[in-house]
T-cell receptor, first 115, second 118 residues
Framework: GDSVTQMEGPVTLSEEAFLTINCTYTATGYPSLFWYVQYPGEGLQLLLKATKADDKGSNKGFEATYRKETTSFHLEKGSVQVSDSAVYFCALSEYTGGSNYKLTFGKGTLLTVNP | GAVVSQHPSRVICKSGTSVKIECRSLDFQATTMFWYRQFPKQSLMLMATSNEGSKATYEQGVEKDKFLINHASLTLSTLTVTSAHPEDSSFYIC??????????????FGPGTRLTVL
């Protein structure tokens, strides 16, 4: 089946540092790709998505580009803030027939940003 | 927009009792709702997919008689953990997918329910 591999954390950065969290995937079809963020004790929030090759998703200073040739969707931010501290999940959607899709998640990467 | 709520946010129960968790889409109708389980410091594990008005589809290894799912309307799905045991303690998260319009694969997540079984 489809799968998502994220770089293992934890990742610890100083405020205003550059962030990259790597994500690669394997899929039989042409999935949409997502980044979700989970703050402590909360559910997941959609951070950004891309639906086809070369699409760039962006939100709150975060960006990720759907690279079909390298099957990657790396998350980047030019200058992180303490409030960005959270767990980040890369995910892909897999069509399961009819009108149904299923999300497959990576294991998550814990980011801690220190002042 | 696209807000999903869960209730309760936290529940503690005795072993052998049943617990019901509600998942509601507040400002949209959801054709499909999903139930996930998350263990500490781990990723989300999909338990089941429920479509309004039909039986839920359970993932392999998930006991359908233990985790009862009801999706009675386009804005409400419930997960009932029957005869809960300490190993059922976990963080349960639901998500919903928009109904109508272009087919979309984006899911909107609830804030989660922390279940502790004593």
């Amino acid at each position: 089946g489809d799968s998502v591999t994220q770089m293992e954390g934890p990742v610890t950065l100083s405020e205003e540092a550059f962030l990259t969290i790597n994500c690669t995937y394997t899929a039989t079809g042409y999935p949409s790709l997502f980044w979700y963020v989970q703050y402590p004790g909360e559910g997941l929030q959609l951070l950004l998505k891309a639906t086809k090759a070369d699409d760039k998703g962006s939100n709150k200073g975060f960006e990720a580009t759907y690279r079909k040739e390298t099957t990657s969707f790396h998350l980047e931010k030019g200058s992180v803030q303490v409030s960005d501290s959270a767990v980040y999940f890369c995910a892909l959607s897999e069509y399961t027939g009819g009108s149904n899709y299923k999300l497959t998640f990576g294991k998550g990467t814990l980011l801690t940003v220190n002042p | 927009g696209a807000v999903v709520s869960q209730h309760p946010s936290r529940v503690i129960c005795k072993s052998g009792t049943s617990v019901k968790i509600e998942c509601r889409s507040l400002d949209f109708q959801a054709t499909t709702m999903f139930w996930y389980r998350q263990f500490p410091k781990q990723s989300l594990m999909l338990m089941a997919t429920s479509n309004e008005g039909s039986k839920a589809t359970y993932e392999q290894g998930v006991e359908k008689d233990k985790f009862l799912i009801n999706h009675a309307s386009l804005t409400l799905s419930t997960l009932t953990v029957t005869s809960a045991h300490p190993e059922d303690s976990s963080f349960y998260i639901c998500s919903a997918r928009l109904a109508g319009g272009p087919l979309t694969d984006t899911q909107y997540f609830g804030p989660g329910t922390r279940l502790t079984v004593l």
